[in-house]
């Protein structure tokens, strides 16, 4: 319950923060416009909360329904508007400021994941190298000859600093169904150039994560099977282990390294294991049930215990992803940049048919994502808050009459004609944009109860 909480907070917090933005870009432009505004809402139906402002008595409200929010201003088709005011409805305001009105919502969340961007590569983060593991069998990376511990330099002349990158351009490379030429450097610091056929990635292939499907792994040092540290009160506390006992078998499989101790734990949720342990030169003999976890969907079992620290060197594994301020203004635009351009594809794709719709994603998952970014750590949580922020821009961009984008294509046809458009046309256009709305609502939670059942 603990955990569904965290998790539930995490995601309401970054929906909350978002919409808040979102809508503070319309609110702001409008006043700057001479716009009355009459409520700015966070949620949609039966205000919970609410509090007058300003001059102009401005509404500020916390509704019911928390999946978005909207700004309502003064404007003679939603009511009479006295005539002294009449100047300041949002109807009559020129169509170009009705345009920036409109298009202040998208652009205030863009403008949040440049700052994000931009703090974050200021302050820098912390990200797993490109430093790779032993290929997964019969793999495309196997076939193509990578080696464990080799560190990926870059791919098709493209730097690569992290494996978040390697991860970024590989799906990129293969919605391209292209071929990758990776530059990789071994632990001998002898480099090669390997290429990979990524053109024969099917549709399927490209759902989850495109690492694995290659047959990347991250490289993880093999530590001893020594115990670091015990959970007070946990299951193996209750079992006596102590830290600085060593595994030496569990149940009949000898234990060489973490690894194992770790896979043989979380396999066995709820059932008896005998582990044969070290302690000072005595081999103890001791038994314990791992407690029955929910982690995804998906049982494992846990018993409250910690790897020791043998001195692996962090700065082997890890880098420190830092740029100037100018740089890392460039960095962070670039980078929202090419996410958003990536969000468009990746939907045109699916509209297509190249790849599938079960890529779209519904409030289940956000939230998911929301609690797992939030228990990494403050970094990982605001980068999430960043990707968000994006998508719900690019969402708001499309040409899908209820959104702001639909909002924005009548002006372009009004700019265009010399005159709005008919009354009638934008209501068939509500209609129609309504039943795309719900269409994609439809998947998305079809998506994400999927998720749920399949683990």
């Known amino acids: 319950m603990g955990n569904f909480l965290f998790y539930l907070g995490a995601f309401a917090l970054a929906l909350g923060l978002l919409i808040v933005v979102h809508e503070a870009g319309h609110f702001i432009v409008a006043r700057w416009c001479g716009v009355k505004v009459l409520r700015f809402s966070v949620g949609f139906g039966k205000p919970l909360l609410s509090r007058r402002i300003g001059k102009d008595r401005t509404e500020l409200a916390l509704a019911a329904f928390p999946l978005g929010g909207y700004v309502k201003m003064l404007d003679e088709r939603e009511g009479e508007v006295d005539i002294r005011e009449l100047p300041r409805a949002f109807n009559r305001q020129a169509v170009w400021k009705r345009f920036v009105i409109v298009l202040a919502g998208p652009v205030a969340n863009f403008l949040l994941a440049i700052c994000i961007y931009w703090v974050l590569f200021v302050h820098g983060v912390e990200e797993p190298r490109p430093l790779l593991g032993k290929p997964i069998a019969h793999s495309l990376a196997e076939q193509a000859g990578f080696e464990e511990g080799e560190l990926v330099r870059s791919i098709n002349g493209q730097a690569i600093a992290t494996w978040q990158e390697l991860r970024w351009e590989l799906l990129r490379q293969a919605l391209d169904k292209g071929d990758a030429t990776i530059e990789v450097i071994n632990k001998r610091q002898e480099i090669s150039f390997r290429t990979l056929g990524l053109h024969s990635l099917n549709t399927a292939d490209l759902e989850g994560d495109i690492l694995r499907q290659i047959g990347f792994r991250f490289y993880r040092p093999q530590l001893p099977p020594v115990i670091g540290t015990v959970t007070p009160g946990g299951v193996a506390e209750l079992a006596g282990l102590r830290a600085g006992d060593r595994i030496l078998a569990i149940g009949d499989e000898p234990i060489a390294n973490w690894s194992q101790v770790v896979s043989l734990i979380r396999d066995a949720p709820g059932r008896t294991l005998r582990l044969d342990v070290d302690r000072h030169g005595q ?161 998305a939670f079809y998506n994400d109860i999927n998720r749920l059942v399949s683990g």
């Open 283 to 443: 081999t103890l003999k001791l038994s314990l049930i791992p407690a029955d976890t929910d982690d995804r969907g998906k049982r494992i079992g846990r018993i409250g215990i910690g790897v020791r620290d043998e001195g692996v060197e962090r700065a082997g594994l890890m880098t420190i992803v830092r740029y100037g301020p100018v740089a890392s203004l460039g960095k962070a635009m670039s980078q929202t940049w090419e996410t958003s351009a990536f969000s468009l594809s990746m939907l045109g794709r699916m509209i297509v048919g190249e790849i599938s719709w079960k890529n779209l994603s519904g409030p289940v998952t956000i939230a998911d994502y929301a609690g797992q970014s939030a228990k990494l750590g403050l970094a990982y949580y605001i980068k999430f808050l960043a990707l968000i922020s994006i998508s719900l821009g690019v969402l708001n961009m499309l040409p899908i009459p209820l959104l702001d984008g639909g909002h924005l294509m009548y002006y372009i046809v009004e700019i265009i004609k010399g005159g709005p458009v008919p009354e009638r046309v934008m209501e068939i256009g509500q209609q129609i944009g309504l039943a795309l709305l719900v269409m994609l609502m439809a998947f």
